[in-house]
């Protein structure tokens, strides 16, 4: 019998140095290519649907209150910095047989943003979550850039920054090559 | 072992294009009460790490989630390599074609006929391990197709910690959807075999079910040297399934209705005997009030369902206390109704009013009524006593849930009334909800033999400053129903208070204080379970957590099926979780 613990006490502290943003960012992670339904039942291919946007995608369910109190704010980031490139994109992991309450749910919520179907947690799996509320961004190249987990009251605000710095940077791109097609 | 180490080397050399991981890690040291009547103390730990890695390149991804466990919250040990992969797939997709490879987790339609997951929270799996194709070469039109072999387990007793009553099933399942201008229809056949081992039928035949009963009444007319020759071979029960679903929305209606109908045989007898399961959704909106009708029937009284698990047609709340005496669901016999409504008064309040009730098909054999009319009792052909048998009971038996109508009590009746309000104030820096909760349950034979009111609440506040305050607090009373030998009820009450505060530090973490109490009247004994929490946000996407103090156990309830989560007294638990 091999026993793992010491394994895992190293795999914990590889953890920690993993985590540093620079590494992380080192090691390129996609938006999944794959298809996916929207509420209404309609074929999409995620990377269609994010396609030259800075994208945040929001995992969530109907149990998970954090997760509607976050929506609240995503809504209003959706409408704000919409013209400027990004966009949310929420996805749903109720299971078909709950879909009518999130239809209905999401309807009286008034969101402006899509919300795409993921009943078995696939894509969720696909971009490492495991617990709600799961934020991923991306940039407009489908790279991921920053995921978060839990949602708390205050939160918000710091996402809306990273946002910006997010816009800032594809509004700082435009201008490099706007200057090198100048020279 | 083998296999997994050529899925991950191959993975690690087509990592290249995307890798992610996820590791959760979770301790937990203090002593464990037994809530039974001895009252007694053992040490209770544990020491859980799940390590999810994802790795994809073109249109192949691979998942796996590898496990060391001495010990973990539920379920055995996982300490040698051998057990070290949890859970593996290997997916491939191009164009029309998806095909994965590895432990299937996977749902059509609404789940009556096939609903395949995995839940760490209350210890379930009812996966196959095998291959699932599903080919889609139009828009309207998929064809699916999955095959393989599972281990499904469940607890003789619910306050254990590992599934000690096993199963081996396989599932060989072909299906095919439509979406149509007429909405959408699907049609699937499936064969399912549950093998039972030979020690099992006497475990089985002790618990509160159909399926118990009928166990019992085929060892009581088996008894003596045929039942022991019975049960020392191992039995095979195959069920065959077909199912149709159609979906449309019409105009201002959304509709679903599945219907799976099958055909199986009964533990160690050849015979078949055919079952069905029932759904209808139907939700609309009228004046800018949703309106949402759901009903359930899933009579397959004499067949344990593994493969499948239909919606559950009543309300699952996040209430601490709620979720304590939540329903619990028996997939195989149960008919029910829910109706539930949401409408918001202004652009931030919402209300939501749901009522949901159910019972069984049938009530128990009636064993107080044995005699004919002239006052002899009733035997058959064979000798046997015929029992008589209980009214069904109306719709509006169920909804007055009168504990002293004992056709109505036979059937195993619950009713549940939730009522809620929430909203948010114009700046966005307040939020609040009230609810409010009834719930009958007439069910003597398991405990769950109660009326129960319950009022849940929560607070938030922001301040300016980014860092906010929680604070939930719950309270619930229950008039526990006892029967008595002179056909008498007598009633307990027991009161119940939650209470949670926490104050949240923005980008830093928060500072938690729970407070859980109760007392019971049939024993005059009150009890206080309290803890500190601090949780610390060491990036966007890593936590961790430190837990000082008590929590009492009780019942988690996810999908209907409920744990007894055992109560931890005294003790450190700790919670470490990172994506990368």
Same mark, same amino acid.
């Given at each position: 019998?091999?026993?793992?613990?010491?394994?895992?006490?190293?795999?914990?502290?590889?953890?920690?140095?993993? !985590?540093?943003?620079?590494?992380?960012?080192?090691?390129?992670?996609?938006?999944?290519?794959?298809?996916?339904?929207?509420?209404?039942?309609?074929?999409?291919?995620?990377?269609?649907? !994010?396609?030259?946007?800075?994208?945040?995608?929001?995992?969530?369910?109907?149990?998970?209150?954090?997760?509607?109190?976050?929506?609240?704010?995503?809504?209003?980031?959706?409408?704000?910095?919409?013209?400027?490139?990004?966009?949310?994109? !929420?996805?749903?992991?109720?299971?078909?047989?709950?879909?009518?309450?999130?239809?209905?749910?999401?309807?009286?919520?008034?969101?402006?943003?899509?919300?795409?179907?993921?009943?078995?947690?696939?894509?969720?799996?696909?971009?490492?979550? !495991?617990?709600?509320?799961?934020?991923?961004?991306?940039?407009?190249?489908?790279?991921?850039?920053?995921?978060?987990?839990?949602?708390?009251?205050?939160?918000?605000?710091?996402?809306?920054?990273?946002?910006?710095?997010?816009?800032?940077?594809?509004?700082?791109?435009?201008?490099?090559?706007?200057?090198?097609?100048?020279? | 072992?083998?296999?997994?180490?050529?899925?991950?080397?191959?993975?690690?050399?087509?990592?290249?294009?995307?890798?992610?991981?996820?590791?959760?890690?979770?301790?937990?040291?203090?002593?464990?009460?037994?809530?039974?009547?001895?009252?007694?103390?053992?040490?209770?730990?544990?020491?859980?790490?799940?390590?999810?890695?994802?790795?994809?390149?073109?249109?192949?991804?691979?998942?796996?989630?590898?496990?060391? @466990?001495?010990?973990?919250?539920?379920?055995?040990?996982?300490?040698? /390599?051998?057990?070290?992969?949890?859970?593996?797939?290997?997916?491939?997709?191009?164009?029309?074609?998806?095909?994965?490879?590895?432990?299937?987790?996977?749902?059509?339609?609404?789940?009556?006929?096939?609903?395949?997951?995995?839940?760490?929270?209350?210890?379930?799996?009812?996966?196959?391990?095998?291959?699932?194709?599903?080919?889609?070469?139009?828009?309207?039109?998929?064809?699916?197709?999955?095959?393989?072999?599972?281990?499904?387990?469940?607890?003789?007793?619910?306050?254990?910690?590992?599934?000690?009553?096993?199963?081996?099933?396989?599932?060989?399942?072909?299906?095919?959807?439509?979406?149509?201008?007429?909405?959408?229809?699907?049609?699937?056949?499936?064969?399912?075999?549950?093998?039972?081992?030979?020690?099992?039928?006497?475990?089985?035949?002790?618990?509160?079910?159909?399926?118990?009963?009928?166990?019992?009444?085929?060892?009581?007319?088996?008894?003596?040297?045929?039942?022991?020759?019975?049960?020392?071979?191992?039995?095979?029960?195959?069920?065959? $399934?077909?199912?149709?679903?159609?979906?449309?929305?019409?105009?201002?209606?959304?509709?679903?209705?599945?219907?799976?109908?099958?055909?199986?045989?009964?533990?160690?007898?050849?015979?078949?005997?055919?079952?069905?399961?029932?759904?209808?959704?139907?939700?609309?909106?009228?004046?800018?009030?949703?309106?949402?009708?759901?009903?359930?029937?899933?009579?397959?009284?004499?067949?344990?369902?593994? #493969?499948?698990?239909?919606?559950?047609?009543?309300?699952?709340? @996040?209430?601490?206390?709620?979720?304590?005496?939540?329903?619990?669901?028996?997939?195989?016999?149960?008919?029910?109704?829910?109706?539930?409504?949401?409408?918001?008064?202004?652009?931030?309040? $919402?209300?939501?009013?749901?009522?949901?009730?159910?019972?069984?098909?049938?009530?128990?054999?009636?064993?107080?009524?044995?005699?004919?009319?002239?006052?002899?009792?009733?035997?058959?052909?064979?000798?046997?006593?015929?029992?008589?048998?209980?009214?069904?009971? #109306?719709?509006?038996?169920?909804?007055?849930?009168?504990?002293?109508?004992?056709?109505?009590?036979?059937?195993?009746?619950?009713?549940?009334?939730? /009522?809620?309000?929430?909203?948010?104030?114009?700046?966005?820096?307040?939020?609040?909800?009230?609810?409010?909760?009834?719930?009958?349950?007439?069910?003597?034979?398991?405990?769950?033999?109660?009326?129960?009111?319950?009022?849940?609440?929560?607070?938030?506040?922001?301040?300016?400053?980014?860092?906010?305050?929680?604070?939930?607090?719950?309270?619930?009373?229950?008039?526990?129903?006892?029967?008595?030998?002179?056909?008498?009820?007598?009633?307990?009450?027991?009161?119940?208070?939650?209470?949670?505060?926490?104050?949240?530090?923005?980008?830093?973490?928060?500072?938690?204080?729970?407070?859980?109490?109760?007392?019971?009247?049939?024993?005059?004994?009150?009890?206080?379970?309290?803890?500190?929490?601090? $949780?610390?946000?060491?990036?966007?996407?890593?936590?961790?957590?430190?837990?000082?103090?008590?929590?009492?156990?009780?019942?988690?309830?996810?999908?209907?099926?409920?744990?007894?989560?055992?109560?931890?007294?005294?003790?450190?638990?700790?919670?470490?979780?990172?994506?990368?």
């Amino acid at each position: 019998m091999i026993k793992l613990k010491n394994l895992f006490i190293v795999c914990f502290f590889i953890t920690f140095l993993f !985590s540093d943003d620079k590494i992380v960012k080192i090691i390129k992670e996609k938006i999944p290519s794959v298809n996916i339904k929207d509420i209404n039942k309609k074929k999409i291919k995620l990377t269609d649907i !994010s396609k030259d946007y800075y994208v945040l995608f929001n995992f969530w369910n109907m149990a998970c209150e954090p997760c509607k109190k976050e929506m609240k704010f995503l809504n209003i980031f959706h409408k704000r910095y919409n013209e400027y490139g990004f966009k949310v994109i !929420s996805i749903n992991m109720d299971t078909p047989r709950s879909m009518s309450k999130v239809k209905k749910y999401v309807k009286k919520s008034g969101y402006a943003f899509d919300v795409l179907q993921d009943p078995r947690m696939d894509v969720f799996k696909k971009m490492g979550g !495991s617990i709600m509320p799961f934020v991923v961004l991306a940039d407009n190249e489908g790279n991921i850039v920053n995921k978060h987990i839990g949602f708390n009251l205050g939160d918000e605000k710091a996402l809306e920054e990273e946002i910006k710095e997010l816009i800032k940077f594809k509004v700082d791109t435009i201008k490099v090559k706007l200057n090198e097609n100048n020279d | 072992m083998i296999r997994l180490a050529i899925i991950i080397l191959f993975s690690l050399f087509l990592s290249q294009e995307s890798i992610s991981f996820n590791y959760e890690s979770k301790y937990g040291n203090g002593t464990n009460v037994n809530d039974g009547s001895n009252g007694e103390e053992s040490p209770y730990s544990y020491f859980e790490n799940l390590l999810d890695v994802n790795f994809s390149y073109k249109n192949l991804f691979i998942y796996t989630q590898l496990e060391y @466990s001495n010990s973990p919250i539920y379920g055995v040990d996982r300490i040698e /390599i051998e057990n070290l992969a949890n859970t593996y797939n290997v997916e491939y997709s191009h164009l029309d074609l998806f095909v994965k490879y590895g432990h299937i987790q996977s749902l059509y339609g609404y789940g009556l006929s096939v609903n395949m997951f995995q839940d760490q929270t209350t210890n379930f799996d009812n996966r196959v391990k095998g291959v699932e194709i599903k080919y889609s070469p139009y828009d309207m039109f998929d064809i699916f197709y999955i095959s393989g072999k599972g281990n499904y387990g469940i607890k003789s007793s619910a306050d254990k910690r590992i599934n000690n009553l096993l199963f081996d099933h396989e599932l060989d399942l072909l299906g095919t959807q439509f979406y149509t201008d007429f909405g959408d229809i699907s049609f699937i056949y499936s064969d399912k075999k549950t093998y039972y081992l030979a020690d099992i039928y006497d475990n089985l035949k002790i618990s509160d079910t159909r399926i118990a009963n009928d166990l019992e009444e085929y060892w009581l007319t088996n008894i003596g040297d045929t039942w022991n020759n019975l049960i020392e071979s191992d039995s095979e029960v195959n069920l065959r $399934s077909f199912n149709i679903g159609y979906g449309n929305s019409l105009g201002n209606f959304d509709l679903y209705l599945e219907y799976d109908i099958n055909s199986y045989n009964k533990i160690l007898r050849d015979k078949d005997i055919n079952g069905a399961s029932k759904f209808l959704s139907i939700a609309t909106e009228v004046l800018g009030v949703d309106f949402l009708y759901e009903f359930k029937d899933y009579d397959m009284v004499y067949y344990m369902p593994i #493969t499948s698990s239909p919606p559950l047609v009543f309300n699952e709340s @996040s209430s601490v206390l709620i979720s304590r005496n939540q329903h619990s669901i028996d997939f195989s016999d149960e008919i029910g109704h829910q109706f539930e409504s949401r409408f918001n008064l202004t652009s931030d309040i $919402s209300f939501l009013m749901n009522l949901s009730i159910g019972r069984k098909h049938s009530g128990i054999k009636n064993e107080l009524d044995i005699f004919d009319e002239n006052g002899g009792i009733n035997f058959d052909e064979n000798g046997n006593i015929i029992y008589g048998t209980y009214t069904e009971p #109306t719709f509006k038996d169920l909804y007055n849930m009168n504990f002293l109508d004992k056709d109505l009590v036979a059937h195993k009746p619950f009713r549940d009334f939730y /009522i809620e309000g929430s909203g948010w104030n114009k700046n966005n820096n307040i939020y609040f909800k009230l609810g409010y909760q009834s719930h009958y349950s007439y069910d003597n034979v398991s405990g769950k033999n109660y009326q129960s009111n319950s009022i849940p609440t929560q607070f938030v506040y922001a301040f300016k400053n980014n860092n906010s305050f929680t604070c939930y607090y719950e309270t619930q009373q229950t008039k526990n129903l006892s029967y008595g030998f002179s056909n008498e009820y007598t009633f307990f009450t027991d009161e119940y208070e939650y209470m949670s505060l926490s104050y949240h530090f923005n980008k830093f973490g928060s500072l938690s204080y729970f407070i859980d109490s109760e007392y019971k009247e049939s024993i005059d004994k009150s009890q206080y379970w309290t803890g500190w929490e601090m $949780s610390f946000e060491l990036s966007s996407s890593m936590q961790f957590s430190i837990f000082q103090g008590s929590q009492k156990g009780g019942l988690v309830c996810a999908n209907g099926i409920c744990a007894v989560q055992p109560s931890f007294e005294d003790g450190t638990k700790m919670t470490f979780r990172v994506l990368f």
